[in-house]
């Protein structure tokens, strides 16, 4: 990579500088403060749910171990940005090296990318409990559950890597600020010493893929899970099913409203502070967000197990005393 002051300048930069968050002294401390208690919420919330599904023998299931997955890539997902955007806070400078920005560059992008994966399978989970549950242990088995997590874990690695390395390879010239707070492919080919149309549209259509790919793999599964769930000739079976949906929708629409805006293309004329305003919004805002959800599907699954649990207790106790009734009686006559 090479950056140069101006197009005839061959005098090599250090690195990017990160706007961030304009504002004075003391509001970048107040910044700074409410970052945290947002990082450390994440950290806690998406903590307490691996925690629950590893502790708890009865949530070693598909669905579960996917959400322990997801609740451990969002907190990796959240650590690729804010740990730097507190460090900016406190900093003068605001200087990000280039092999900072670029590792930032890939992770975020790797990490999400990971997410829209990891979103359609768990889509596709819900899908084969509901309407093929018969069918369902013997083919979400613990091999396939493994696969797939996998699986989702290595494209998302994947899919942004090569596109990535080209940009890094390209030479920036002019002003090196970049009026965001982490490094976004828009602002960097903005930097561009001259324009590269083909990797703008080879970005497009990655990103459009990533997106619509497992937007239409969750909408068909859940157009099936309605089908199914209005098909249902119980109102509680109904309820049930739309309770273990409907954390994974919200999240969903939260995910996807802001990103489709965002990537469709990295060059769009959003506005910086629009533009910061709707990266904020799904890199921190959603997976502070998302431990709210699960963890609510979480302790709806508990209590129905313990509920579950207590039934079958109290029917072994009724057995047991019918038996003590009958014997009495025997013994009697």
Not at 79 to 92: E, G, K, Y
Not at 206 to 211: A, G, I, N, V
């Amino acid at each position: 990579m090479k950056i140069f002051n101006t197009p005839n300048d061959s005098n090599t930069i250090t690195g990017f500088t990160l706007l961030g968050f304009p504002c004075t002294r003391e509001g970048q401390i107040l910044l700074f403060v409410l970052f945290s208690i947002v990082y450390l919420l994440t950290l806690m919330g998406n903590g307490s749910t691996i925690c629950a599904v590893c502790w708890d023998q009865r949530l070693h299931t598909p669905m579960y171990i996917l959400l322990a997955n997801f609740s451990f890539l969002e907190i990796w997902y959240v650590t690729s940005t804010v740990p730097n955007i507190l460090a900016n806070f406190l900093s003068d400078t605001k200087v990000i090296s280039f092999s900072g920005c670029f590792l930032q560059f890939y992770f975020f992008f790797s990490l999400g990318s990971t997410e829209c994966f990891f979103l359609a399978v768990m889509a596709f989970d819900r899908y084969l409990a509901i309407c093929q549950p018969l069918h369902y242990p013997t083919v979400m088995t613990a091999r396939l559950c493994t696969n797939l997590v996998v699986s989702c874990w290595v494209l998302g690695f994947l899919w942004f890597l090569v596109p990535i390395i080209i940009i890094s390879q390209m030479s920036f010239c002019g002003s090196r600020i970049i009026d965001h707070f982490l490094c976004d492919p828009g602002p960097l080919l903005a930097l561009a010493c001259s324009r590269a149309p083909v990797m703008e549209f080879f970005w497009m259509i990655l990103s459009s893929l990533l997106l619509f790919i497992p937007f239409f793999c969750i909408m068909g599964s859940y157009a099936l899970v309605l089908r199914a769930v209005l098909r249902a000739p119980s109102a509680a079976g109904r309820r049930k099913a739309f309770s273990t949906c409907g954390s994974h929708l919200a999240i969903v629409s939260l995910f996807y409203g802001s990103v489709t805006v965002m990537y469709l293309s990295p060059t769009s004329k959003h506005e910086p502070g629009m533009q910061k305003i709707m990266t904020l919004f799904y890199s921190v805002g959603t997976p502070d967000v998302n431990p709210l959800c699960w963890c609510i599907m979480v302790l709806h699954k508990l209590l129905s197990l313990r509920k579950k649990q207590r039934n079958e207790e109290m029917k072994e106790g009724t057995k047991v005393r019918s038996s003590d009734f009958l014997e009495g009686d025997s013994c009697c006559q």
